[in-house]
Every structure is written in structure tokens, then in C-alpha cells.
């Protein structure tokens, strides 16, 4: 039977709560053993607190890196009360159980978040804490293990209805989440340590974050799902803050990801521009003089489609703007910044969710991870862009300058569109998507169908794509994907190029009077 907690040690970086945990914990009449600052503000509250060199009977020493790794703490964790001899030896060198343990860890991902330097941020990782941390946890059911102050209400309202016992159920929950957390605190120090190497993918990958939020269900209802923070990120859909609407689903934060790293593709502009995603793949872009009118050319590209969409705009929300949106039915708005009107016309539909990233960078670096059957595929982001290629023109005809920024346009959002992408775009608007087909000419074929659909119902004299340029996100490995795009009434072209047929395609462009330029660089995305 577990023995009830006598004494409890407490050692935290955040100090939410921890008074008026401790205040309960004393009322109990359970001793408190402290360290450092943590001692610091419980004596400051009033609450009588033993330091943690009375109990080792050795000082804090080599600026606070050593004082709670000793056998008079660790013994005390670790040792288990039913066992015979582990009791003879706590008598023996006077170790007491410690029945309690509260340690939240120095805050390195934190630190790394605010871009500290390399000494202040090796001096943020905690050992002592994930050492007590890990002997409470394994020895759970002698030792209650808090990580977390959300956790303190519960434990203490265990400790007071049980004679200072809390459940087995409790511990074990506990003992799992602070596993999990020195986990992922260790995953954030390997990471770190391997971008600061430069080489972030060695023999062992360690990958976790904090959870942001629980979700109803995962992809589909019969699965379960949340939403975890990568650690010492702070950029995108887990940085974004919710400021109206229904709980944000499983298939909303994909989809809202996928928008904003489309979007990213054009931050630092003065122009504004607008994303519309559904089920993870860009249904329109464009950029435009003012926040509605990139609104209103993305949305040309193919209305039907951003029906129950994502918006993602790279300029704050104006009125004008969410008056519009808010004529179609969207599942989320995500922005910079919305003014206060804009806000309250979007408040008047209750269940769409508005976000706002306050400033914070649309997309990062670092490292993507996906899970395939027994491990994970991981790889550096594809941070290249349409900027950095050295584009090739490899045709007679030389693109117009009008032409040259519509293929430059249209190249960055085919990198965000899924494998086989074709997008045809014209006056900095996507005209024509063709997403995921397993062969290339099919997703020309069906971004041309689109487009005529689309500009049959806006009653247009012609198809919107004729005079278009189109970008394909991986070579054409025949001339057959090209020939469709200049049946549609493509001009121009741009592609990674390197297929063995190159030599027929480049003649099958010359032939259609088309001009094309190679990037050298292919943007799969599965």
C-alpha cells in the first residue's frame, strides 16, 4: 500500500500556481523542500520550506548545476517502501522518502524560441530536473510526478479527499506525461544541436511538442487526433491565435498549414495577396493592388471549389474584404491582423473561425517529418525559391516581361499544389489547377476543364486561360503534357526540365511557338 505523502520537493522554472499549490500542500501538513529561486518564493509567501542542502547536507555549487543529483534525493525517489531492503537502506543512510515531486524544466525551447546565443542557451538545459523527473515517474507508484501546473488542482484535491494519497490511476498518468515531456525536451536539445552542426539528421532521430489542443476527431470520426507545438517554434497555424468560431478540426489545421506555406511564398511583398485551399491543395491564388482584390481573383480561379475553404491573406483583414469572404461559406480566415470592423462582420457567422498570426512569420525551417509503417520519413523543408533558380530560357522565343512574371508567379504556387501539378496563371491570378493525378497530361486536361467550366458560368467570351503561362512542378517527361497546355491557350512555360526527351519537348514548344524556361530545380510534394 502506498504510504501517504510526508514530504513533497518542488523545483520550477514557471511559477504559475505554485503558491497556491504549495499553501494546500502545507495545509496538508506536507513538508516542502525547495531549491534556488523556487525556495526563494515560497519563503517570500510565507511557507516554511527546507532547502535542498540541509537535505543533501552539501551546498548548491558550480552556479546551481549541481544540487539535487545525490542519493539523499535520489534515494529518496527511487526507493520503493515495500521492498524490504530498500527501507533498510533508507535507514541506514538516512534518505526519507520523498512522496511528491513538482519540477518543471528550465526553459530551453524558450530560450532557442527568442534566438539567445549559444552559451545562454546550452546553460538553459536542464539535467537535474529530467533525472528527479525520470525517478519519480518510474517510481510511480510510491511517487506522485507533477510537470505541469494545469495538474495541480487535481493532485491536490487527491492529496486532501485521500488522507495525502493520490490514485494509481493518477500516478500512472502522470508518470506518462513526464515522460513525454522529457522526451520532447530532449528532442528539442538533439534537434537544436543538430542544426547548430549542420547535420540535423544523424543516427537517432528524436521528434515532440507540447499539445495545443485535443481534437474531436482525427482525418476521419473513427480517429483519434490533437494537435501538438513543435518545441521552440513559433511560427504558423500553432502560432496563430484563434479570435472567434467553432473548435479548429483536424482536416481545418491541415488545410490551414498548407495555405499558409503557399502564402509564404510571396511574404515581404507590398502587394497583397490571398490563398484559397481545400483539402490541402491551393484552388486559387493571387496577388492584387488591395486585400479584396487578390480576395477576388484567387476566388475566380475556381468559385465551386473554394467553397468550404481555407483563406489565407498575406495583409491585415479590412471590412471590405470580410464582408466579401463572408458571402461565400469558409471554414477559416487567417491573417496578420484584422481592424476592429472586420472583426465584427465576421462575428456575425458564429461558427467561422478567424485567426490571426499577430505579426508572426507565416512558415520556418527546420525539419518535416511524416510517419510511414514502423518510422518516419524525415527531411530538411523546401525552403528553395523561384528567386534563387537560375532560370534558363531554352526556347527561340524569349517570355515577355509580362509573361516572365506570371511564370515566376505560377511556379511558386505549383510547389504547394500536390504531385502532378500543373497551374496555369495569368495577370498574377491562378487560371487553372490540375493537383495529384498520377499522370501529368491529365492534370493539364483537367485544369483546362476547370477553367472553361469556370468561365462558361462567369459568361465570358472565351476562356480565361487563353493567353496564360503554365507552371509544372516536375519535368515533362513526354511533349504530350505540353501540347495540352498550349491547346488550352498556354503562351509560355516553366519547368525543372531534365527528362531524357527534353530535346522533344523544347522542339514541340518552338513548333507552338510557345516560350520556356527551365528552373533546374522540381518541387514534388506528396
Known amino acids: 500500500m502506498t504510504e501517504p505523502v510526508r514530504r513533497a520537493l518542488l523545483s520550477v522554472s514557471d511559477k504559475t500556481g505554485l503558491v497556491a499549490f504549495a499553501t494546500k500542500l502545507v495545509s ?34 558550480m552556479d546551481g548545476r549541481v544540487k539535487t543529483l545525490h542519493p539523499a534525493i535520489h534515494g529518496g525517489l527511487l526507493g520503493i517502501g515495500s521492498n524490504a531492503e530498500h527501507a533498510a537502506a533508507m535507514t541506514r543512510h538516512g534518505i526519507s522518502p520523498i512522496g511528491l515531486l ?33 525517478a519519480a515517474a518510474k517510481n510511480h507508484d510510491d511517487v506522485t510526478v507533477v510537470v505541469d501546473p494545469a495538474d495541480y488542482d487535481v ?14 490511476a493518477t500516478r500512472r498518468s502522470l508518470a506518462a506525461k513526464a515522460f513525454a515531456r522529457t522526451a520532447s525536451y530532449d528532442s528539442a536539445i538533439s534537434q537544436w544541436f543538430g542544426t547548430q552542426s549542420g547535420k540535423p539528421l544523424g543516427s537517432y532521430f528524436a521528434t515532440g511538442g507540447a499539445k495545443l489542443q ?13 494537435f501538438y507545438a513543435a518545441p521552440g517554434k513559433s511560427f504558423g497555424i500553432a502560432a496563430a491565435r484563434q479570435l472567434q468560431g467553432k473548435e479548429l478540426s483536424y482536416n481545418n489545421i491541415n488545410d490551414t498549414d498548407a495555405a499558409l506555406e503557399c502564402l509564404a511564398e ?30 477576388r481573383k484567387a476566388l475566380a480561379s475556381d468559385p465551386v471549389s473554394a467553397f468550404g475553404g481555407i483563406i489565407a491573406l498575406s495583409h491585415a483583414l479590412d471590412a471590405a474584404t470580410a464582408l466579401e469572404i463572408t458571402e461565400l461559406f469558409t471554414e477559416v480566415i487567417i491573417a496578420p491582423y484584422a481592424d476592429d470592423k472586420a472583426i465584427e462582420i465576421v462575428a456575425r457567422k458564429k461558427n467561422l473561425r478567424l485567426l490571426l498570426l499577430d505579426g508572426r512569420p507565416l512558415s520556418g525551417d527546420g525539419l518535416a517529418v511524416k510517419s510511414v509503417g514502423g518510422g518516419l520519413l524525415v ?9 534563387a533558380m537560375e532560370l534558363k530560357v531554352v526556347t527561340n522565343r524569349q517570355p515577355t516581361a509580362a509573361e516572365f512574371a506570371d511564370l515566376r508567379f505560377a511556379f511558386r504556387v505549383a510547389k504547394h499544389v500536390k504531385s502532378n501539378a500543373i497551374v496555369y496563371a495569368k ?61 488550352a491557350g498556354a503562351t509560355a512555360v516553366i519547368q525543372p526540365g531534365g527528362s531524357m526527351k527534353d530535346d522533344e519537348v523544347i522542339r514541340a514548344a518552338n513548333e507552338k511557338g510557345l516560350a520556356m524556361v527551365f528552373t533546374g530545380i522540381r518541387h514534388f510534394r506528396h
Open 379 to 387: 527531411q530538411t523543408r523546401d525552403t528553395m525559391t523561384v528567386e
Open 102 to 134: 513538482v519540477v518543471n524544466l528550465y526553459p530551453f525551447e524558450a530560450t532557442v524560441a527568442r534566438g539567445a546565443s549559444w552559451d545562454d542557451t546550452v546553460e538553459n538545459i536542464d539535467v537535474g530536473g529530467p533525472a528527479m523527473i525520470r
Open 266 to 295: 510571396f511574404a515581404g511583398s507590398e502587394r497583397p495577396s490571398c490563398v484559397i485551399v481545400k483539402h490541402a491543395n491551393p484552388c486559387g491564388v493571387a496577388v492584387g493592388a488591395s486585400s479584396i482584390e487578390a480576395y
Open 427 to 487: 495577370d498574377g491570378a491562378t487560371v487553372g489547377i490540375g493537383a495529384g493525378q498520377m499522370s501529368r497530361v491529365d492534370s493539364a486536361r483537367i485544369a483546362a476543364r476547370k477553367n472553361e467550366d469556370v468561365s462558361r458560368e462567369a459568361g465570358l467570351a472565351q476562356p480565361s486561360i487563353r493567353g496564360s503561362v503554365v507552371a509544372s512542378d516536375a519535368f515533362f517527361p513526354f511533349a504530350d503534357g505540353l501540347l495540352q497546355a498550349a491547346e
Open 214 to 226: 485535443g481534437l474531436r476527431y482525427g482525418e476521419n470520426p473513427h480517429q483519434q487526433a490533437a
Open 28 to 61: 496538508l501538513g506536507i513538508e516542502l523542500i525547495s531549491t534556488g529561486g523556487t525556495a526563494k518564493a515560497l519563503a517570500e509567501a510565507g511557507l516554511p520550506v527546507v532547502e535542498v542542502s540541509s537535505v543533501t547536507g552539501f551546498p548548491e555549487i
Open 155 to 168: 493532485v491536490a484535491g487527491e492529496l486532501a479527499s485521500g488522507g495525502n494519497v493520490t490514485t494509481l
